[in-house]
C-alpha cells in the first residue's frame, strides 16, 4: 500500500532520537532517573528476602539485580511499544511513513534508555565477582530479548488500535509475570514438574542465562539457548505477520 | 514511465466508519452478543476516477467534508481505497497540515531532520539540502530554539521549505498558503512556478477558488464523495461558485 522507499535505518535512528530528546529535554537528571527504580527495587527485596525470609543464595542483591534488569527492559519495551501507534497517531494519519518503523522505534529507543539498567549491572557484577571472559555470552543473549520484545511489541500495538484495552491487559500481565518470572526465587526451587515450562519463556530464560554468565562464570546451557533462539524468532515473525495482516486498517481507527 | 499519469484513480470508493466508542472491549463484545452490525458508514468518496498527467497542476474544490482531505490521503498512501484502483508515479510529498510531523519540543533543525526521514532521505542526503531549506525559510536565528517558540507564521515557512526542497515529484497542498505574510506567500508561489516549470505535478485543495487560479490549470469539484466537474480551472471554479450562491 505504501510505495515508502528510502532510508529505513535513518528514519528509525530519528525516530529514537525523537522520542529521546522529548523524554530527557527537560529533565535535569535524565536518563539517573531510570536508575533509581532498579537500585530502590534491590534493596527492598534484598531486605524482605534476607532478612524477614532469610535465604542461603550468595550475593543476594546481585542476584535479584539479575532478575530486575531483564525484567524492566522487557516489561518497559512491550508497554511503550503497545502505545506507541496511539502515541504516534498524528504521524500515521499525516505522513506515509512505514508503520513498522513505530513499534520497533519505539522498542530501540526504551532500550536506549535502559542500557543505563544494564551497565549498573555490569557494574554491580564487576564489583562482586569480577569481570570474566564468560562476559561474551552477553553479546548472543541481550539481542534475543530484544528481538522477542520487538516481536510482542508490533503484535499488540496492532491489537492496540483496534481495542484500545489492551494496554491494560499488558500492564496487567507484567505484574503477573514479575512472579513467573525467577526474579526474587532460584530457578532450582521451582518443582520439577512445572519446570519445563520455564525454558520456553524467553524473559525467565534470560535470568537464567544472566545469572550463570555473572554469578557462576559459566557459559548458559546450550539447550536453553537454543530454546529462547526459538521462541525468540517464532515471536517477532509471528508479530510481523500479525501487524502487516491488521496494518491496513490503522487510518480507519486511529 | 512518462506514458503513464503521475496520478490516477480508477472507480475508487471510500467508506469510513463513525465509530463512536468502538474502540474499547465493551463495544467489541456487545457487537459480538448483539450480532448486530450498527456501525454507520459514509462515503468519503463514490467512484472517482481521473488522472493527473506530469507537469500538471490539479485544484480540488469543495465544502467541507467533500472528500478532499480523503483524496488527498489516498494520493499521499496513508490509506487504501476501498474499491479500484489508486496508481502513484513518483515521491509524493504531503502539506496535509501545517508541519504533520513537526513536534513541537524539537529544535527547527532537528524536525527538519525528522521530516526528510520520514520523508525517505538519507542522512547525506538531508546534509546537502540543509543549507537551502533554513535559507529560505527565513528564521536562522531560531532554527536551533524549539518549535513552540515559533510564531504560526515561521511554522509555516519551515514546513512548506521542508516538503518544497527534499524535491517531491509530486506536492499535496492543503490550504496551508492561506497563511504567513504577503512576502512569503509570494516566494511560496514563485517556487511553485518553478516546480511546474520543472514539470513536476501539483495537487492543491481548497474550499475557496482564489488562490488556487494562480497556479492549477485544471479543477475537480467533490461534493459529499461525488465528482461533480473535471474541468479547466475556471470553468470548474465558475460553476463551484454557482452552486455555493444558489445554496446560500
Known amino acids: ?254 | 514511465m512518462s506514458s503513464q499519469p503521475a496520478v490516477e484513480f480508477r472507480k475508487v470508493w471510500k467508506t469510513f466508519h463513525r465509530h463512536t466508542g468502538q474502540l474499547l472491549l465493551r463495544s467489541h463484545f456487545k457487537r459480538l452478543l448483539t450480532w448486530k452490525d450498527h456501525v454507520e458508514r459514509f462515503h468519503a468518496l463514490r467512484d472517482v476516477s481521473f488522472r493527473v498527467e506530469h507537469g500538471e497542476s490539479l485544484a480540488v474544490m469543495g465544502k467541507n467534508g467533500a472528500g478532499k482531505s480523503t483524496l488527498l490521503s489516498l494520493v499521499a498512501g496513508l490509506v487504501p481505497p476501498d474499491r479500484g484502483d489508486v496508481l502513484i508515479q513518483g515521491r509524493v510529498a504531503a502539506l496535509l497540515e501545517l508541519g504533520s510531523g513537526f513536534h513541537p519540543d524539537l529544535t527547527g533543525m532537528e524536525n527538519i531532520h525528522l521530516n526528510a526521514a520520514l520523508l525517505g532521505f538519507s542522512r547525506k542526503q538531508t546534509a546537502a539540502r540543509l543549507e537551502e531549506i533554513v535559507d529560505f525559510a527565513e528564521i536562522s536565528d531560531f532554527i536551533r530554539e524549539p518549535l513552540r517558540t515559533y510564531s504560526t507564521g515561521m511554522m509555516m515557512r519551515l514546513a512548506f521549505s521542508v516538503a518544497v526542497n527534499l524535491d517531491p515529484d509530486i506536492l499535496l497542498i492543503d490550504e496551508v498558503l492561506a497563511v504567513g505574510d504577503a512576502g512569503f506567500q509570494a516566494k511560496c508561489f514563485d517556487r511553485i512556478r518553478d516546480f511546474r516549470r520543472r514539470g513536476k505535478t501539483i495537487l492543491c485543495v481548497s474550499h475557496a477558488t482564489g488562490m488556487t487560479q494562480r497556479f492549477c490549470g485544471r479543477a475537480l469539484w467533490l461534493d459529499h464523495g461525488d465528482l461533480m466537474l473535471d474541468g479547466a480551472i475556471d470553468e470548474v471554479a465558475c460553476a463551484y461558485e454557482g452552486y455555493l450562491n444558489a445554496g446560500s
Open chain 1, 1 to 254: 500500500m505504501l510505495n515508502w522507499t528510502g532510508d529505513y535505518w535513518y528514519l528509525v535512528q530519528n525516530l529514537v532520537m525523537k522520542d529521546f530528546k522529548i523524554r530527557y529535554r527537560n529533565m535535569s537528571l535524565g536518563v539517573f532517573w531510570s536508575l533509581l527504580n532498579p537500585l530502590v527495587m534491590m534493596g527492598v527485596l534484598w531486605f524482605v528476602f534476607t532478612h524477614i525470609f532469610p535465604n542461603r543464595i550468595p550475593h543476594y542483591a546481585l542476584f535479584v539485580m539479575c532478575g530486575l534488569v531483564p525484567f524492566n527492559v522487557f516489561t518497559i519495551c512491550w508497554l511503550n511499544g503497545t502505545t506507541s501507534l496511539i502515541e504516534n497517531a498524528q504521524l500515521i494519519k499525516r505522513v506515509p511513513v512505514p508503520r513498522e518503523a513505530i513499534p520497533v522505534a519505539a522498542v530501540l529507543g526504551n532500550c536506549l534508555q535502559l542500557l543505563a539498567q544494564v551497565l549498573l549491572l555490569l557494574f554491580l557484577a564487576a564489583a562482586v565477582t569480577g569481570i570474566h571472559r564468560s562476559w561474551f555470552w552477553l553479546l548472543a543473549i541481550w539481542p534475543l530479548e530484544v528481538l522477542f520484545v520487538t516481536g510482542l511489541a508490533l503484535m499488540f500495538s496492532a491489537f492496540n488500535v483496534y481495542v484500545r484495552d489492551v494496554r491494560y491487559v499488558v500492564e496487567s500481565a507484567n505484574v503477573v509475570l514479575f512472579w513467573l518470572v525467577p526474579i526474587v526465587y532460584d530457578f532450582r526451587w521451582i518443582p520439577a514438574q512445572y519446570r519445563f515450562i520455564y525454558g520456553y519463556n524467553p524473559v525467565a530464560a534470560m535470568v537464567m542465562a544472566l545469572r550463570n554468565i555473572l554469578l557462576d562464570q559459566t557459559a548458559p546451557a546450550a539447550t536453553l539457548l537454543v530454546k529462547a533462539a526459538i521462541s525468540s524468532v517464532a515471536i517477532f515473525l509471528l508479530g510481523l505477520a500479525v501487524f502487516r495482516r491488521l496494518r491496513p486498517r490503522f487510518f480507519n481507527y486511529l
